[in-house]
């Protein structure tokens, strides 16, 4: 059966082209609007900000805080993410959970403050926290079946969905992994022990670690005050939703969560799982189609306060 030559056939035709178009702008969203919001470059440093008495400045680029004798915010003020990672040390070894988009050495902050050896663990695989050029000796990532069948003799090289780094002209980096991290397992640093909790949403490989013996939780990019990306490549909000229950099986009423980036100078970007149960609640409000949104793309959800949800439109959520 041949259209061609009849009205017809050519408002059959206009029509499919017109849906392989929509089909393709849609199977391609993220890389189209990323592409849009991206420079393909390092952004200008930001101006100094006026931060809390407490913290010491290193680099004229890093602040550092500490949250207690063992436990160290590192902060990127400069950096218009407003990045913030964690040293976490223990008798024998430390972790640094995230290491920023490493424009700035933070392995040499991290060494100035314990002289135990340092394992690198990223919160997930996004570029402002892998650290990029800054390299580590010891690196831990998320045991994950989709991730190890890729690491060849543990070598693993990210994908452009996973990292993103062309936003910012920063190439895709290959990690070398010397420790696999079961999900449920503990780190034990010595006398100090990060149980490793599934925190996916913001991306299907997150991570977050929960101090034990003195119930701090490390978020990553899972919650922190601000606008928590929930529309990006790997993002889900079925899995936002899995993720806020691991948390709060997990965690106690009021634990203090330490999140990747803060909303605005000073200090440390600090919730508690009161803001990851209000997050749980406007996931299933917007699960069953009662909670109200704003925008087009990203459509923003409130969750209080401090935190906005932004999501895909709801015709391009997937709960299944």
């Given at each position: 059966m041949s259209f061609s030559g009849s009205t017809s056939g050519k408002v059959f035709l206009a029509t499919a082209v017109l849906i392989a178009l929509a089909s393709t702008i849609v199977w391609q969203r993220h890389y189209l609007i990323l592409n849009v919001m991206a420079s393909g470059e390092p952004p200008a440093l930001l101006e100094t900000s006026a931060e809390h008495i407490s913290s010491r400045w290193y680099d004229e680029y890093f602040i550092v805080e500490n949250i207690d004798e063992r436990t160290f915010a590192i902060g990127e003020p400069l950096y218009y993410q407003q990045n913030f990672s964690y040293l976490i040390v223990g008798n024998e070894r430390a972790v640094l959970f995230d290491a920023g988009p490493g424009y700035r050495d933070i392995r040499a902050v991290a060494e100035s403050l314990t002289e135990l050896p340092i394992t690198f663990v990223p919160s997930h695989f996004h570029y402002d926290h892998t650290g990029n050029q800054v390299t580590f000796e010891r690196v831990a990532v998320v045991d994950l079946p989709r991730l190890r069948s890729r690491a060849k003799d543990n070598q693993l090289t990210l994908t452009w969905s996973e990292h993103l780094g062309s936003m910012e002209g920063i190439e895709t980096p290959t990690l070398h992994i010397t420790e696999w991290l079961p999900i449920g397992s503990e780190i034990d640093l010595g006398g100090r022990k990060l149980r490793v909790l599934y925190t996916p949403g913001h991306t299907n490989d997150s991570i977050s670690l929960l101090d034990t013996s003195n119930g701090l939780l490390f978020s990553g990019d899972f919650i922190y005050p601000g606008p928590l990306y929930a529309f990006l490549p790997n993002s889900s909000l079925k899995e936002y939703l899995e993720g806020s229950n691991n948390?709060?099986?997990?965690?106690?009423?009021?634990?203090?969560?330490?999140?990747?980036?803060?909303?605005?100078?000073?200090?440390?970007?600090?919730?508690?799982?009161?803001?990851?149960?209000?997050?749980?609640?406007?996931?299933?409000?917007?699960?069953?189609?009662?909670?109200?949104?704003?925008g087009l793309y990203p459509r923003t959800y409130k969750v209080n306060e401090r935190i906005d949800l932004l999501t895909e439109p709801p015709l391009l959520q997937d709960w299944r």
């Open positions: 948390i709060l099986r997990e965690t106690e009423t009021n634990n203090p969560i330490f999140g990747a980036h803060r909303d605005s100078p000073p200090g440390i970007p600090t919730l508690s799982t009161a803001d990851v149960l209000a997050l749980q609640r406007t996931l299933i409000s917007i699960r069953d189609g009662a909670a109200t949104g704003e």
